[in-house]
């Protein structure tokens, strides 16, 4: 499985950015997705995540208190694709941020890709 994240970039506090993971797979069966970060010197922390349950893929998603009210996860099933949007930036949002999904038993990541948030 391959994931593709892309969306990262140079910021100032308060402007927005969406961030996009792809995957190499078809995703409508995954129950877990979700976005993590880890900044300089800090440990890897999920950020935010979307399962889908049952036979009808309800979405239950979860967010760091962190980004609570700021951030959205979203996940489109048809473009095998999940999202990040990220409004309200923060100089402390400012992190490598990486995508990650199980399927078929096993735990994949992306690349990563690079936000910064600075005036």
């Known amino acids: 499985v391959q994931l593709q994240a892309s969306g990262g970039g140079l910021v100032q506090p308060g402007e927005s950015l969406r961030l996009s993971c792809t995957a190499s797979?078809?995703?409508?069966?995954?129950?877990?997705m979700g976005w993590y970060r880890q900044a300089p010197g800090k440990q890897r922390e999920l950020v935010a995540s979307?399962?889908?349950?049952?036979?009808?893929?309800?979405?239950?998603?979860n967010y760091a208190d962190s980004v609570k009210g700021r951030f959205t996860i979203s996940r489109d099933n048809g473009e095998n694709t999940l999202y990040l949007q990220m409004n309200s930036l923060k100089s402390d949002d400012t992190a490598l941020y990486y995508c990650?999904?199980?399927?078929?038993?096993?735990?994949?990541w992306g690349q990563g890709t690079l936000v910064t948030v600075s005036s």
């Open positions: 990650n999904l199980d399927y078929l038993g096993a735990n994949y």
């Open positions: 797979v078809n995703i409508f069966g995954i129950n877990f």
């Open positions: 979307v399962t889908s349950v049952g036979r009808t893929r309800s979405s239950r998603t």
